[in-house]
Each structure stands twice: as C-alpha cells, then as structure tokens.
C-alpha cells in the first residue's frame, strides 16, 4: 500500500499506522530540511523527500492509495485574526492561503483513492463543509468515526511551567528536540501543531478498511 505524507514535520499523524498494517509504502514531503531530517531518523523505513508539498501532490497524486495533507494553518487560525489589528503586538491583515481549498478540490474531484486533509477551525465559516472533530477540521471523501480518541492536549496549550515537556510527552517525541532542531521555526509551535497520533491511527485504520473492503469486492467480481 502506498501512502504519501504531505507536510510531514514531525509525522504526528503517522506515528502509529505501522500498527494498524506493517507492509505499507510511505513518502513523506517536507520542505523543512531539518524537519525532514528529524522526521527521517523517526521513521527510517520512510522515504523522505525535501520539496513543496503543493506541488508535489498535484505532480504525483494519482500514484497512491492514501494521500494526508495537513497545509499550514496560521493564515486560517482564529489566532490570526485576534492578533490582527493596531498596536505594537498586532499583526497586519494578510490572506489566507488558499492552498488548503486547492488541495481539498484537486483531491475531491481528480483523486480515485482515499485522503485526508486536516487543517485547524478557521476564523471564518469554512468555504468547503468539513467534518469538526475536536480542535481540527477533516475533508475526507469516506466518513469518520464521532471520536478520534480520548487523548487530549488541551491542559499543554497553556504555559505551565512544565508544559513543554508535557507537550513532548503526549506526543512522544523526546525533550531534546529543542537541542537537535537547528531550523528556523519555533519549535513549541511544531510540537502543538502536530496531530495526536490517536486520532491519526484512528483515521488510517478507517481508511484502510474501506479500501480493503472494496478491493476484496472487486475480488469478488472477477
């Protein structure tokens, strides 16, 4: 089975399909070299590629089975537009990236297999109908479970004084991330927007055995 991976950064979501099917085929795009990095020691059966995820799916969508896209959320965040406005600590208005709708509507109406994008709750009423499951947003062309695991991080979203290390623990990533990690970004913000692994097997698993089902009925045809 073959999987594409896109905006990888940490794999939060993949962090437990091998457990739901072991023989599967992953690529992973991230355009962060030192996420790519990090990423490669965490699954290193994983093939991992540096490039821009948009592109590389509309370049190569057609050649896997289950496609994740999880594009950058803060121009979409309900954050953005409380940061946005007139002070010192305000942030000018700027567009949201409408990458995330590219992708949904590429994957919607050209894509034979099954996929998942997974993007925050906006600030705004989402321009494509999404299926809410706790913090998150889900496009999905087959339906999810009403739970996505128990698993909750909301009580590491505020700063504690041991937060970070709670943060690194719920996703089991080790601490030291925060030493290894020689990129650009802040790495507290990587680690929060990582999707919980739970919830990231639970879609898989779902995924999986509705292509499953299909393939053995098609079996059955023949």
Not at 38 to 58: S, T, W
Request: glycine share 4%.
């Amino acid at each position: 089975m073959k999987i594409l991976n896109l905006y990888a950064c940490l794999g939060g979501n993949r962090y437990k399909w091998n457990e739901v099917k072991e023989d599967i085929e992953v690529t992973a795009v991230e355009l962060d070299p030192e996420l790519a990095r990090l990423y490669q020691e965490r699954f290193p059966n994983d093939k991992v590629i540096i490039a821009d995820a948009h592109q590389y799916l509309l370049d190569h969508y057609q050649e896997y089975d289950f496609i994740w896209s999880s594009p950058p959320c803060p121009t979409h965040s309900r954050m953005r537009k409380t940061n946005t406005g007139e002070g010192e600590r305000k942030s000018k208005a700027t567009y949201s990236d409408m990458k995330l709708y590219e992708e949904i509507l590429l994957l919607k109406h050209f894509y034979k297999g099954k996929y998942c994008v997974e993007n925050v709750i906006p600030y705004y009423e989402p321009l494509i109908p999404a299926k809410k499951r706790g913090r998150h947003l889900y496009w999905t062309n087959f339906n999810l479970p009403n739970n996505l695991g128990d698993r909750k991080a909301d009580n590491f979203i505020k700063e504690t004084k041991d937060f970070r290390i709670n943060l690194s623990k719920f996703h089991d990533i080790n601490y030291n991330i925060y030493k290894v990690y020689n990129g650009k970004q802040d790495v507290l913000k990587i680690l929060r927007n990582l999707v919980d692994y739970e919830a990231g097997k639970t879609i898989f698993e779902t995924a999986l055995g509705i292509i499953t089902k299909s393939n053995i009925k098609q079996t059955e045809l023949f």
